[in-house]
């Protein structure tokens, strides 16, 4: 069993900031790139950002210069730091993780159960 639970969520005026968490646990042999994603009411999810084991990161042109995205890999945990929030970041946000279970040695995608950011003033 794998777990991959977000923290860090929550509502936050324009221009300002939050830091998203996610740490993955359970039966993991390996954790191969991480991600996050983003669903906004009545769209589809997107990609926000994403990094690999080495700490190359890719990041949607629209948070680019505003989000970063980091992993402690001792941790199995990767963050998102989002600063000068706009109310078009509001959505809820995805974990994702690419990784092998002790198990099942076939990398696949597992994701958390999102955590709701909302910005409004």
């Known amino acids: 069993q794998v777990q991959l639970v977000e923290s860090g969520g929550g509502l936050v005026q324009p221009g300002g900031s939050l830091r998203l968490s996610c740490a993955a646990s359970?039966?993991?042999?390996?954790?191969?790139?991480m991600g996050w994603y983003r669903q906004a009411p009545g769209e589809q999810r997107e990609l926000v950002a994403t990094i690999t084991t080495a700490s190359n990161t890719n990041y949607a042109d629209s948070v680019k210069g505003r989000f970063t995205i980091s992993r402690d890999n001792a941790k199995n945990t990767v963050y998102l730091q989002m600063n000068t929030l706009r109310p078009e970041d509001t959505a809820v946000y995805y974990c994702?993780?690419?990784?092998?279970?002790?198990?099942?040695?076939?990398?696949?995608?597992?994701w958390g159960q999102g955590t709701q950011v909302t910005v409004s003033s």
């Open positions: 994702n993780a690419n990784l092998k279970t002790l198990r099942v040695r076939v990398p696949r995608d597992y």
């Open positions: 359970g039966s993991i042999d390996t954790i191969y790139d």
